[in-house]
């Protein structure tokens, strides 16, 4: 999820969303040559924070786009900020009119309130000190940010951010707009179906995540699976294909062997405490989601360790240290969005032991999602309500729900679950690696800008793997 201005300037005449206070029509786009590339063009709009409110002050979205053929112009693509324009084929830019819109940019109200999580706190505790820790901290720093950005920090949820593309529709002057997002996790798409579905020419989620996972151990575990079964896949490939550099041992077998040594804490960071192991896990998972080259460059970093014995950190302290002799981790300000978009409260290190267990018992090799469960430590001592809890996905329009088969970042079977909660919903499996069916499939991005540009889909498809 994502820090997004709030959209929502309906114009005269424009269908009411319950709950949105109705707004007169936006001005025109100021439209012109963007400084980094004079190809795009650049604007922006300026916002409500509030969709719900006209007192709550605005915000200013920046906006790019790639012009269509004049000659085949099918319509506008919105895509979020997490998928690049540039990514899309030539044939979704000759067809469509390309904007994209930012995330938004927080401006200080009060300059004195901090608004930075300590870089001296453990962020996955490993007792009941260290969690009373983590808790007290983050919550120093989300109160620290409601107080320095004031209304706007508690408005970077996704629903907003459907409110967000909506507005830019408006502004756009049109009807109906198409929208995709490869990015999984992201969850804008299905909020601006919920919200806004009659306004959908054509929607694509590729790598969508379910939003029927209500508690933060249903949560973790769903995500957890995913990166034991894309890892289970490398694994597959590894042992017989000739691009491997571990195919010579027993990688599952070394794989749980290291995951001993991290959890016994045999293994040290570059400050000299103890590896987490979700530290390593994302560093795998980032890995395991480009498999073009992450999964080679994996396989390299395995074999050098099962070969000289090395410890999981050895040759990255080496190269940090010799970059940077005087190293130290940076202190961040929070994002808030998972903690918005969801209900994920942890209030006792006992909870956090029941939810690693949950964990392990899911992916009883890899027995963590680094990134999710990390995400998720991060919300602990969350002192507001959930601004868009969890709820199914629902709506009517057409859609196309991408899906990839090892996934580490998508729960397994989410796709199927998000369709079928779709009256009409079609489906394209890439039967491969990876995180977006459209990055990595050639056959399921035919398939996609098919049904972008037609706005239909024929059928279920399938399409065969791409290994590395």
């Not at 209030?347 to 999710?372: C, D, F, K």
């Not at 959930?386 to 996934?407: D, E, I, K, M, Y």
């Not at 050639?442 to 290994?467: E, K, N, Y």
Request: charge should be neutral; include cysteine; proline fraction near 7%.
């Amino acid at each position: 999820m994502r820090l997004r201005a709030i959209l929502a300037a309906l114009s005269a005449g424009a269908l009411c969303v319950a709950g949105v206070v109705p707004a007169t029509a936006a001005p025109p786009l100021d439209w012109r040559p963007c400084a980094q590339d004079s190809s795009v063009d650049c604007a922006e709009l300026t916002v409500r924070i509030d969709p719900a409110s006209a007192s709550d002050g605005t915000t200013t979205l920046r906006l790019t786009r790639t012009k269509a053929d004049p000659a085949q112009r099918v319509g506008v693509l919105v895509v979020p900020p997490s998928t690049s324009a540039s990514a899309l084929s030539a044939r979704l830019r000759t067809a469509f009119d390309v904007v994209t819109y930012s995330e938004r940019v927080l401006t200080p109200v009060d300059t004195s309130a901090s608004c930075k999580t300590p870089t001296t706190v453990a962020a996955s505790p490993r007792n009941a000190q260290e969690f009373t820790h983590l808790r007290a901290a983050n919550l120093t720093a989300f109160t620290g940010c409601a107080r320095r950005y004031g209304v706007a920090w508690q408005h970077l949820d996704s629903a907003t951010e459907a409110h967000d593309v909506d507005a830019v529709r408006t502004a756009l002057g049109e009807d109906r707009i198409s929208f995709l997002s490869t990015a999984t996790g992201e969850i804008v798409g299905q909020e601006y179906l919920r919200l806004f579905g009659q306004r959908l020419r054509a929607l694509v989620l590729d790598g969508p995540t379910r939003r029927d996972l209500a508690t933060a151990a249903e949560y973790s575990a769903a995500h957890a699976r995913a990166a034991e079964k894309a890892f289970g896949a490398f694994a597959d490939w590894c042992a017989t294909a000739s691009t491997c550099a571990a195919r010579t041992f027993d990688l599952r077998s070394f794989y749980a062997e290291t995951i001993g040594k991290i959890e016994r804490g045999e293994f040290r960071d570059l400050r000299g405490n103890p590896l987490e192991l979700t530290d390593w896990a994302s560093v795998v998972e980032m890995s395991l989601a480009t498999p073009r080259f992450g999964w080679l460059d994996l396989a390299q970093h395995l074999r050098e360790m099962h070969d000289r014995s090395l410890p999981v950190d050895t040759r990255a302290e080496a190269v940090a240290r010799e970059a940077s002799p005087d190293f130290t981790a940076q202190a961040v300000e929070p994002a808030p969005g998972l903690c918005q978009d969801w209900n994920l409260p942890i209030t006792t290190y006992a909870q956090v032991g029941e939810i690693r267990s949950a964990m392990v018992a899911a992916a009883p090799l890899t027995h963590v999602n680094g990134q999710r469960w990390s995400a998720v430590l991060r919300c602990v001592g969350w002192p507001f309500p959930a601004a868009n809890p969890p709820t199914p996905t629902r709506g009517t329009a057409p859609v196309l729900v991408a899906s990839t088969a090892f996934n580490p970042a998508a729960p397994p079977g989410s796709a199927e679950v998000v369709a079928a909660g779709i009256p009409g919903a079609t489906t394209v499996s890439y039967h491969g690696p990876g995180t977006s069916a459209y990055q990595f499939s050639s056959c399921a991005r035919t398939a996609i800008d098919d049904f972008l540009i037609t706005g239909r889909a024929a059928a279920d498809a399938g399409c065969p793997a791409v290994w590395p």
